[in-house]
C-alpha cells in the first residue's frame, strides 16, 4: 500500500500570491502532475492540514479544482488556517462521517487504517485535540487491535526546535502519547504545520512532518530567529506499507537531471 502525504497547499484566491511570494495555487498543480506521474499510483492522498491560507470558501474551491484530477481519495482534515467548518462545507463526504464533534474520521478501505484527526481549535494558531477526540481515538483504535493504524493530525505533538512553530504545535501532546502508547498496532503518526521533512519517535512509535508543495519554514534553531520561509525544493512523503512494515519516502517535486542509468549497454558498471 502506497499513501502521499500532501500538506500545507495554502491556497490563496485567484491572482494573489501568499506572503506576495508564492504562487501557492501552481506549486499544487505540480504537485498534482507529480501525483499522476507516480508508478505505481498512492492509494490515497492524506492531506493533512493548511490547505488553503485564509480559510475562504473560494480558497477551498480552487483547492477542489486544483485536485479534481487526482483519480485517488483524498482525506482531508483542517490546519490552523483552515477551519473544522470550512473543510467540512468543503468536502460534505468527509463531513458526514464526523465524529466527537470535530472532523474526526477512519478509513477502513485499505490494508491500513487511516485515522483521521481534527487538531483545529477555531481562531487560533496552536492545536488542540481535547477529550472528546482522545477517547473517540482510543475506542477507535481498540476496535480494531488486529489492524495497523496510522494516525493523522495537523499540529506535531513534539516540539522541533524552530522555536516560532514550536510556540503553536498541539497543547496536549503528552494526552495523545498517553492514548497511542496504549495501541501497539499504531505504526506511526504523520503530521503537517513545519512545511519540513522532519522525524522523531513518539508513544514509542515513528512521528514525522511532511514537507509542502510550496514554501518551507526557514530551517533555523536559533530560539530568537524570526519567522521566515524558504523556497527548498518542493516536496510530499509516500508512505509504503509492505511486509507489516511503514517506512516513509521524501519524493521531490519537479524537474532535476535523471534518469541516468549505472549500467551501460553491456551491463558493466558505467565507469
Ligand atoms: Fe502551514
Redesign the pocket.
Known sequence: MLIAQLT?T?IRPSGTLAYGVVDTAALLERAVAHLQALTPRPEVVLVTG?LTDFDRPEEYARFRALTDALPMPLLPIP?N?DSTAGVAAAFPQIAARAQAGKLNYVVEDFPVRLVMLDSSVAGASHGELGAATLSWLDETLAAAADRPALIALHHPPFLTGIRHMDLQNLRDGDALEAVVARHSHVLAVVC??V?RTIFTRFAGVPASIGPSPAHAVSLDLDPAAPPTFHLEPPALHLHRFAEGRLLTHVSFIGAYAGPHPFFGPDKTLLG
Open positions: 500545507d495554502h493548511d490546519g488556517h503537517g504545520h512545511h
